[in-house]
């Protein structure tokens, strides 16, 4: 069976935040809290989703784990992002034709 296991209790493990900035998709917030819920991870903040918020596309993504997950904050890029005491950041290279 595939999914979000909804049997076990979503404990809040109160680890590192996941910020997304400019997420393209629904799809791509939904498949990334699922992956979340799966390593213990609840979290999530979004900055500026280009399909905006909430998004029917990622609660189907998600597989229920954005149910299970404390509610998402949604941050303008203005905004700080404290309390975060070390980051780290990840971002899409440069893409070429050739």
Known sequence: MTGTDKSI????TGGP???LVNPQMGENIGA???A???CGLQELRLVNPRDGWPSP???AMSSGALE???PVQLLTVRQPLLPIAIMFT????ARAIW
Do not use: F, G, H, T
Not at 9 to 12: E, T
Not at 90 to 93: F, G, I, L, S
């Open 17 to 19: 935040a996941v910020i």
């Open 32 to 34: 990334a809290a699922r």
């Open 68 to 70: 299970r997950m404390p």
């Open 57 to 59: 596309q990622a609660e």
């Open 36 to 38: 979340m819920l799966n």
């Open 9 to 12: 209790d979503a404990q809040d």
């Open 90 to 93: 990840q971002r899409q290279p």
